[in-house]
């Protein structure tokens, strides 16, 4: 499952599972993106089959902070989906599988990072996990989530540091994946998980950094 949380981003998803070789590889999300996607309002909706929807439920005023955008942003026409940080709310973006993933899978998606608040100074998460303690949603908790990226203010006023962190680690204890990004820019991350082996690589725009 794919998950975001307390951020302000416009992201656009692909998810594909990958076999032996890319003639192997599969669409684990159909289409990948959100065109068929009529408002915020079906985004966030339900309905336990194979789609997108708000997973957390952290009252109607997190959920709804979780909206379908329509606008070009930067350049990119495409349907988005938009969530306005919040500095007590959570809200997560999921995509619920068919079944548990056993093999190789890779994420593909684009975001675009506004700001994050500064209270916390960390946003914009993106997990592969699993639903455990059926408490809170999937990858509500560390234990949960497999992968685990997230960004961070940079020292420099409008950039960001992408982060990597293991679920049940302290904040402090993280690895930095790419330093130095743009706020207000659209970046393509890339995850290859190797669940059988428990690893993960991330690249950034085409760069392998971790």
Known sequence: MLTRSRFIPLLALVFMIAGSSAILAAELVPGGDFEDIKNSEDLRKDTKGLDWYESRKDTDAGRELLKLSKKNIKGNKTKKAMIKGHPDLNTYLTY????????????????????ILPDD?????????RV????????????????FLGFENAAEPGKLNLFAREGGSKWAERTLVAEGLD??????????????????AVTVDGEIDG
């Open 96 to 115: 619920r599988l068919a079944e548990p993933q056993e093999m190789a899978v890779t994420a593909t998606y684009d975001i675009r990072v506004k700001e």
């Open 121 to 129: 100074n960390r946003s914009a998460f993106m997990f592969l996990g």
């Open 132 to 147: 455990k303690d059926k408490k809170g949603g999937p990858n509500s908790t560390g234990k949960e989530r497999f992968v």
């Open 183 to 200: 706020t207000q820019t659209w970046y393509t991350i890339k995850v290859e998980a190797n669940i059988p082996e428990g690893y993960y």
